[in-house]
């Protein structure tokens, strides 16, 4: 008889932020056109994209080289460019990757077997499936916990590292989503401070750097990292509203400080040598972009607007006692916890369109789903709104996840307040 041929640890490779979609789309078949506030789609949210972008990228497109297969590692003078004003960082140090599975893919597989990672909880879930994935088994996570600001339990990391040998990496996800939390410099220091008590290699998921509201508040781990170990993972894609751009790539500090890392940065490189590069365009026109006058101004504005959407939703669900919300520090996204105690658990949504109501009731029921997915669905149902429960980011605290995004702020104001009105009676 034929062997089976599912990977024993499939199922760890789930996108549920992409999942809730595929109800949503069904659930928008009943009556009107879904709300969408469960992922970060800025053009499909009307943000505009900026003229002297276009014009940057248009231009690039003119020039032949830009349909050429760009080398493995990077196109020479972008690696330049990004290493020009740090000197800790050497551009030989800098991989480049076509996307974000292409390098955690790479990054995880080049791993031993049973070396390990662990995660913040609640954590970005593509990277945390993936590294279950390589390891065949349960993420390993350090909570961030919403009752101190969403700061790292640190007694918890330092406990786990203790006494589990297999873990070798800490990750840090910094800004952080889902969370929307900055991490203070001293916080990062104590970090650093247990991954070289233990021996520990550290990984930065950094991508949303350029997107802190207060720049006083943003600490780079290139900063104050010492002698240890460790790769910052960077990408254009978020600076702008270009998500398409699938511009993603590693800085490696620290390599020729310990062989074991060195080695095992040569084994990704190996594996990446195995085929080339595909985007040519966005490496080429990276540079441009940030070096363009235009790029701070549109920074600054674009953040004003986020800044300004923030607050809003802090003022408008302070009032509500059912939840917690911490204002997020960055850009686009905000978590709200639930206060379990107020919620009833078997609380039934009654829907005016019993067939929608049918489609629910049985989708829900049908599973062992948790409870902030069931209110997730309910509100779909109910609002129109989709959003993302926490515990699709292997959360242990129940919530759920909104965007920042909306560019209209009385149309926000007005999702906000919908939501708000749900939360009460629910
Ligand atoms: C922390 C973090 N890293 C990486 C990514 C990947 O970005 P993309 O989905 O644009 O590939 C995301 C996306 O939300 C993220 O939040």
């Known amino acids: ?18 999942k809730i979609v595929e109800i949503a789309k069904i659930v928008e078949n009943f009556w009107q056109k879904i709300i969408w506030e469960n992922i970060w789609d800025p053009v499909a949210k009307w943000e505009k994209i900026p003229e002297w972008m276009k014009k940057i990228v248009q231009k690039s497109c003119e020039n032949d080289v830009i349909y050429w297969y760009c080398p493995t590692k990077w196109l020479e003078e972008t690696r330049k460019f990004l ?11 800098i991989i480049f990757f076509n996307w974000l599975w292409d390098a955690i893919s790479k990054i995880y597989k080049n791993l031993a077997f049973d070396a ?12 945390s499936s993936a590294e279950a994935a390589h390891a065949w088994s349960k993420h390993i996570t350090y909570k961030l916990d919403p009752k101190n600001k969403w700061n790292p339990d640190l007694k918890e990391l330092e406990n786990k590292v203790k006494f589990n040998p297999n873990i070798v990496w800490i990750l840090v996800v910094n800004p952080d989503n889902p969370t929307g939390a900055v991490f203070k410099k001293d916080v990062l ?8 008590k233990y021996e520990l290699y ?3 998921d950094e991508i949303y750097e350029k997107l802190i509201f207060d720049d006083k508040n943003k600490t780079l781990l290139s900063e104050i ?7 910052s993972m960077k990408w254009m894609s978020k600076d702008l509203p270009w998500p398409w751009s699938r511009c993603w790539w590693i800085e490696v500090y620290n390599k020729e400080k310990d062989k074991n890392f060195s080695d095992y940065i040569d084994s990704v490189l190996n594996s990446k040598m195995l085929e080339v590069c595909s985007t040519t365009l966005p490496q080429k026109v990276l540079p441009k972009l940030y070096l363009s006058p235009e790029f701070e101004k549109y920074r600054k504005i674009r953040i004003e607007k986020y800044k300004q959407r923030a607050d809003l939703a802090e003022k408008i669900f302070s009032d509500c006692e059912k939840i917690e919300i911490v204002k997020p520090k960055w850009a686009f996204y905000l978590s709200i916890t639930f206060n379990m105690e107020k919620f009833s658990w078997n609380e039934k949504i009654s829907l005016e369109n019993k067939e929608l109501q049918n489609f629910i009731d049985e989708t829900i029921k049908n599973s062992d789903w948790r409870f902030d997915k069931k209110f997730c669905y309910y509100m779909l149902a109910k609002t129109w709104i989709c959003s993302v429960p926490l515990s699709w980011f292997n959360s242990h605290f129940e919530g759920f996840r909104i965007t920042l ?8 104001e007005k999702i906000l307040n919908t939501i708000k009105n749900f939360i009460k009676k629910f």
């Open 1 to 18: 008889m034929r062997k089976n041929i599912l990977h024993h640890w499939s199922k760890e490779l789930s996108y549920e932020i992409r």
């Open 83 to 93: 290493a020009k004003n740090n000197p800790k960082l050497n551009p030989e140090n």
């Open 116 to 127: 390990r990672i662990i995660w913040p909880n609640p954590a970005y879930s593509t990277h």
């Open 189 to 196: 220091e104590k970090i650093i401070k247990i991954a070289k």
């Open 202 to 204: 550290v990984i930065f």
């Open 225 to 231: 990292i010492l002698d240890v170990p460790w790769i």
């Open 405 to 412: 995004l909306e560019e209209n702020l009385e149309k926000y």
